[in-house]
């Protein structure tokens, strides 16, 4: 059985997706309209909120193409980091207009690193994206919300869909680098855990003329879901975590002791345990080196320290 984008159907009654939530970019979640109210709407097709749920049962009976399922195997755990991002990307038929795929790994609660990217055109313009998107608009990302803060009953074995169009951005220097720049007109990802300290999101994209994902595209892209994120999670095993590195581990040791810190706070303390000076990491996070020191202050108050030798004393306290 497919799961809609709307509800998750039980035998008897219908279940609220996973929850029924609207995202705003940045913000907390809002209660979502009724269901009824998305089904009385008829243009444009998906109502102007980032929606979200959980594949339960998804069928299985769709067709595969076995040398392209043959080839996402291969690339799992290589070396070539674009590789499993473009075979992702040649699973799907040329109907369904999927033109871009990125990777990202969310590890500690830490800003998202890029594993991997593939794009139709090629060349190097999308991991460019991928990366300004990781230094200074992750935290819009209604991906973000779900990886930071997803909801008590989420299993390790849950693969969640989160759909977000360029139209649903507020923030316009998001939407412009993110969306407009590359000719992205709609994003559907695939969210699952590999371990318990860390999310992968595999992120789909439509360019501007084929439109959003329609309910009929996202069930075609829900019968491969399952494969994508089984082979997501091995290769990340086999090439991706091999990637973490000391600061991000130390990092991690961090937001554990003190889980007030804020994202700019946890960001400017990677640069600076990375040996980073506030200039550097000004221009990683795209605020001035002021507000690094400030941001910088701030985190050694919350963690009740004054300098950075023991900020490193604190990350290696047993």
Known sequence: MLVSPFLIQAPNRALPFFPRVRFACGHHPTPAPPAADYN????????????????????????????RATRLVAAIGGNEPNAFAAEVLKLFDDALSVTQCTIFAYEFGNRPRTLSVADHRGGRYLRDVADTYARHFYALD???????????????????????????????AYRAACYRGPDVSDRLSLLMQPNDASWLSINLYRAHRSGAFQPREIAEIEVLAPL????????????????IGIPQRMLARLRSACPALSKRELDVLRGVLE????????????????SVVTYQKRAYRRLGISSQRQLFALCLQP
């Open 228 to 243: 994508i994120a089984q082979a997501a999670k091995h290769h990340y095993a086999l090439a991706g975590a091999a990637q």
């Open 142 to 172: 209604g991906n973000q919300t779900i990886v930071s803060s997803a909801p008590r009953g989420t299993r390790r074995h849950d693969l969640l869909l989160h759909q977000q169009a360029g139209d649903e951005i507020d923030h316009e």
């Open 275 to 290: 040996g980073q000076t506030a200039q550097e990491i000004g221009e990683t996070i795209g605020v001035k080196a002021s």
């Open 40 to 67: 009385r709407r008829t243009s444009p097709p998906f109502p102007s909120i980032m929606r979200t749920w959980r594949l339960e049962r998804p069928n299985l009976t769709g067709q595969l193409d076995v040398s």
